[in-house]
């Protein structure tokens, strides 16, 4: 068996402030207050909000590092990691995690280019801060359905009763507000055995009911001191303020975010889970309206998939089928009317194929609607703008269109597989996906860090600190080399507006200029996610 706490540094004159030594015990000796297995210091003690915890290297090396419990609890007692007499991981050469082991956000870099962000390797550590016969953990599930949830919730417990010997988690019956408004439910590996086989989530969930001084109180009382937190970004911003209340309080519990979405719109992470079933879910809708399309004349199958604000699903399903003619996105604006608009493009095609596909996103679109048919200032108990359904308008519009136009009777069929696709078990490469998140996050909780979300950063999982993942959303960059690959698939124009369409038309006999927007460099996220994919598995190996 390799060197359990290899000494030989990757990363040249660190300094981790307020972390671990080098091999993953803790700089600090300062006592603290220990009852039922819980550690408190004062009320009071610590601001509400900690500063992030930025090591500067050489080069140019920055690390993002996330919170531990000894910054806001010193001198915390250490234990051996029990995964070193765990059979399962005798095989495993070195099956601790070096304390410099970092992950670059960026790969692809030019010559004399600074090292750049990183963040902390996920992984188990040598030594943990908790008593396993004293864990006491919880999960709760918030926010929309999503494939994948039971995998998570099943491999969290299987992860903490298999690997470390915890025996005590409860389940949060129907999101944040199950924390102080329902009762807890036991999870054992028994009871979870076959959840995965299920969509939806076993513990319930719901929007909103984020009442942190009541949430964190119900934590306190029941003496959990690791809580799991799975949801999307409104969810993990709830989670980092009940981390900061936590800290606030002196309390010895670890606060881990599962990232949740559909969508893919979580920043830095390659992907969320889900999103993979989502696309090939998707596909049996598309086959289904290209079938329909195809089998009378000049049809038209429109379908809509989700995107409130990130077109991922519909980028993806579109270059993945390769039976969609146009497919539209929250990112990339069109119009309908006029030379260059979407009516023209679709006359074009059925005169040119006699059918067409057309996958619009859920969010695609929204500004073209009437400010009568328009709910832009309200939203749900998450904070999400509310939308019409722009498919249903879309198609009527284009019905519409057609009848007045009479040049050519159309038949278009509608069909809306959302909630279908977000309701559905997970597949294979979202079940090992899940299952590496929910491990990854165990270990860094037994590790004792905390305020953190899990995720992979270019094919390796990280522990990154929430403000990172709540600073904005992923959103398809339309002058990335991805979304070039989709109009080059589907030969779509790429709808600029009419207002430029008449100025263009004034300036033809000018000189041409530099155009605005060009191509962007290396390492985008699309990019990324497309070589992640092709690699099938291997994005997400620890």
């Given at each position: 068996m390799g060197s359990l706490c290899n000494t030989s540094s990757p990363v040249p004159a660190l300094k981790f402030r307020g972390g671990l030594d080098r091999c993953g015990n803790p700089n600090s000796s300062v006592g603290s207050n220990s009852k039922n297995g819980s550690v408190q210091l004062p009320?009071?003690?610590?601001s509400g909000n900690s500063q992030p915890k930025i090591v500067t290297g050489e080069a140019g090396y920055v690390l993002e590092d996330v919170p531990h419990l000894i910054d806001y609890i010193p001198d915390l007692p250490t234990l051996p990691n029990p995964l070193q007499d765990n059979p399962?991981?005798?095989v495993v050469k070195q099956y601790f995690v070096n304390v410099d082991d970092t992950v670059a956000q960026k790969i692809v870099v030019h010559k004399g280019?600074?090292?750049?962000?990183?963040?902390?390797?996920?992984?188990?550590r040598q030594k943990v801060y908790f008593e396993s016969d004293e864990v006491r953990a919880c999960i709760v599930t918030c926010g929309g359905l999503c494939p994948g949830l039971n995998t998570v919730i099943r491999e969290i417990v299987c992860g903490l009763h298999h690997m470390y010997g915890v025996k005590k988690v409860l389940g949060i019956d129907g999101g944040y507000r199950g924390f102080y408004a329902r009762n807890t439910i036991a999870l054992t590996p028994k009871t979870v055995n076959d959840i995965h086989k299920r969509g939806g989530t076993v513990l319930g969930?719901?929007?909103?009911g984020h009442d942190t001084g009541k949430i964190v109180d119900s934590i306190q009382d029941r003496g959990i001191n690791q809580v799991y937190i799975i949801g999307g970004d409104g969810t993990q911003r709830g989670a980092s303020v009940i981390y900061e209340e936590i800290r606030r309080r002196g309390l010895k519990v670890a606060v881990a975010g599962i990232p949740k979405t559909i969508d893919n719109d979580i920043p830095v992470i390659d992907k969320s889970f889900g999103f993979d079933t989502a696309v090939e879910e998707a596909q049996r809708a598309i086959n289904a309206a290209h079938v329909e399309s195809d089998s009378i004349e000049n049809g038209i199958g429109l379908v809509k998939l989700m995107g409130r604000y990130s077109g991922y699903i519909a980028m993806y399903a579109t270059l993945a089928s390769r039976d969609v003619d146009c497919c539209l996105i929250p990112e990339s604006p069109f119009y309908l009317e006029g030379a260059g608009g979407?009516?023209?493009?679709?006359?074009?095609?059925?005169?040119?194929?006699?059918?067409?596909?057309?996958?619009?996103a859920e969010g695609a679109g929204q500004e073209l609607l009437s400010e009568v048919l328009r709910s832009s200032h309200q939203q749900d108990a998450s904070g999400n703008k509310l939308l019409q359904d722009v498919g249903l308008w879309i198609s009527q519009s284009i019905k519409d269109h057609f009848s007045r136009q009479k040049k050519m009777a159309i038949n278009l069929k509608y069909i809306d597989p959302t909630y279908m696709i977000r309701a559905i078990p997970s597949n294979a490469s979202d079940n090992v996906y899940c299952t590496l998140l929910a491990q990854s996050a165990v270990h860094g909780a037994m590790a004792g860090y905390t305020g953190f979300t899990v995720g992979p950063v270019n094919g390796r999982h990280c522990y990154i600190p929430f403000y990172r993942i709540n600073e904005g959303q992923n959103n398809v960059v339309i002058t990335d080399r991805m979304w070039a690959?989709?109009?080059?698939?589907?030969n779509q124009p790429s709808f600029i507006t009419a207002k430029d369409v008449i100025e263009d038309s004034r300036e033809e006999e000018?000189?041409?200029?530099?155009?605005?927007?060009?191509?962007?460099?290396?390492?985008?996220?699309?990019?990324?996610?497309?070589?992640?994919?092709?690699?099938n598995g291997h994005a997400v190996t620890g």
């Open positions: 009320m009071g003690s610590f399962a991981y005798s280019s600074p090292r750049g962000t990183h963040f902390r390797r996920a992984g188990p969930t719901s929007r909103g979407l009516f023209e493009y679709i006359e074009k095609r059925l005169k040119e194929n006699g059918h067409m596909v057309i996958v619009i690959r989709l109009l080059s698939s589907t000018e000189p041409p200029k530099t155009p605005k927007t060009q191509m962007s460099d290396d390492n985008s996220t699309d990019d990324k996610l497309m070589v992640n994919k092709e690699m």
